[in-house]
């Protein structure tokens, strides 16, 4: 989780002048922040991880994506 984090540190200049962009992240980009595959994205998105359609553009809202993660969290 603390990558996810960074990258919204990152992304703080960027979305400073378009902040609806940085809102939304590409399979890949999903994919690079979590370190895992773009096919365990499509995987992930199958069990339930949220996305949004913009046409034939498949894309993951950042706050889904943190609340969603701490919905995964086990323990024991």
Known sequence: MSHFYSYQESTKNSSEKRPEAAMLLTIPEVAQQLHISRAHVY???KQ???TIHLGR???VN??????WLLAQETHD
């Open 43 to 45: 995987t992930l998105i």
């Open 48 to 50: 339930g991880l949220p």
């Open 57 to 59: 553009c498949i894309r």
């Open 62 to 67: 950042v706050t889904s994506l943190r609340v």
